[in-house]
């Protein structure tokens, strides 16, 4: 029983393990393994009765946390965007846009992935959605099955770590940090995962083009009336759009300044990017409706429909991650809002019904209840985990790894990276990061910059061969059997599982590449850093008093204190009390 008592962490630590191998749902492995090594405790007298008392007020407090509100805001948002056809406009816009060119509709697949990311934060949404409508289009005209499968998987995991991303409010929580400064950490990390992807794609159209063929010329159904492609006026306009967002990034403080009437040093970098991209964005759509109203003639069809297709999507952006970084809403708000301006534009598109907001509220709640669960469970492990000193036994593992930070970094992402094969970001961010945090604290680790490191490895979790659960969406909407393609009557082959394990795999090695260079050039991360201060540095300075008379400079020091005087039987402070109140008097 010594034994027991003495390693209780480590043994309870083991035994979830054991619960999860078992193959109970995770929550309530969580559950059991607390409570069970709870009464445990209790029994031996490691732990004390009254511990399980505080369970019920931590289960309120779950109730109660206001950031996890905008889990189902988002939720709902992604879910109505992507049933209302918006992924399907998108995809069909921007395939005609890029498919001339060789890799053109992966490269639309990826900017699609972002836009649905940036927009739904849902993965299982992204990836089907891409699965049903791009997979078919991709396999019809020659695209290699592998990187077809990966290109799809990956960009749907980007909802993962672009902002709002649902894994980065459960990680702000987690983490004790602002769900606004997660979302400005990663949002340069994002785009920039996505930008690798993207060089990927170029790199095998330049070097493998057989991997990635032109769409065909009877397959470009945007046409003007003359025949030719209309992509002058879009460049045109692409063009402006670009000035002006540039000129208002370059002066965005001085217009700030403007704005509230005061200097204005500098501002964030998230936040001119975010107002310069809108500020072009919305340039490009006036122009374009002004254009279609007046019937100006100036803009080509694909023009106006790439304007109209995208305009919407990236004006909810605005609207959410906007309204964050401004710090006009919390991200809860900026979450109702995004679930609001997603029931418009439905509603605008003709595409809102019934049964459509049925669906999307149905999977709403499931998504809900699960993270709860998954949360209250974590909760009733770690009362208990805490109770028997696991925490400290967590940091002494931890610390005492060679190498400092960059040890405990490169152990933490090996660790992740490898649970991730097993865990769901969900179950990984509730049970590891909670252990994680306090040991990066202590070694004077940025949470802010940690948790949008953790994001970028966990989004490995939805690629990993073979428990991916991209793979696993992917799976279930990709072909598995020949089928006949109606628009050209050729037979299809299937795609195996084996060529969406191997597509995913270049990918896999992008997401590591990206994790290095977030921990190689911290910078990468940027937000608003709030410096700490240390206590023992404080300095507590005692104003000078007010000059009633000008002191006597020459004045002797008082006598040391040797008891009461001969003249008055005062003290010696008595007597320096006396002297200093007769300075002070004098005028």
Known sequence: MEFITQNMAPIMFVGLIFFLLLGFPVA????????????????????????????????????????????????????????????????????????????GLAVAVVIVGALLAATTGVVAASVISMGLISLPIMLRYGYDRRLASGVIAASGTLAQIIPPSLVLIVLADQLGRSVGDMYKGAFIPG??????????VFFLAVFK???????????RTFREPDGGNGLTSLVVLAAISTAVAVLLGQNYPAVVSWWRGTEVAGMPTDETIVMAMAAGVLLAFFAAVINKVLHLGLLSRIAERVTFV???????????????FLGVATPTEGGAMGALGALVMALVRGRLSFNLLKQALNSTTKLSSFV???LIGATMFSLTFQGVDGPRWVEHLLTSLPGGQVGFLIVVNILIFLLAFFLDFFELS?????????VAEKLGIDLIWFGVLLGVNMQTSFMHPPFGFALFYLRSVAPEKEYVDKPTGQRIAPVTTGQIYWGAVPFVVIQVIMVSLIIGFPGIVSHDKVEKIDLDKVKIEVPVMPNYGTPDVNLAPPPPMQGPSEAGGLTSADEEQKRIDELFNKK
Do not use: K
């Open 372 to 374: 709860l669960f998954i």
């Open 28 to 103: 309530f492995s969580l559950g059991a393994c607390g409570l069970f090594f709870g009464f445990i405790g209790i029994e031996l007298g490691v732990l004390p009765e009254s511990l399980l008392q505080a369970l019920p007020l931590r289960i309120f407090g779950i109730m109660q946390n206001e950031t996890l509100l905008a889990v189902p805001f988002f939720t709902l948002m992604g879910l109505i965007l992507e049933r209302s056809g918006m992924a399907e406009d998108l995809l069909d816009t921007i395939g005609q846009l890029f498919g001339p060119v060789r890799g």
């Open 430 to 438: 509730f049970i590891v990061v909670p252990l994680l945090a306090p």
């Open 191 to 200: 785009f920039m995962l996505t930008g690798l992807y993207l060089l990927w």
């Open 209 to 219: 083009p057989h991997m990635v063929p032109a769409l065909p010329p009877e397959a």
């Open 310 to 324: 995208l305009i919407p999507p990236l004006f909810l952006i605005f609207l959410v991650l906007g309204t964050i």
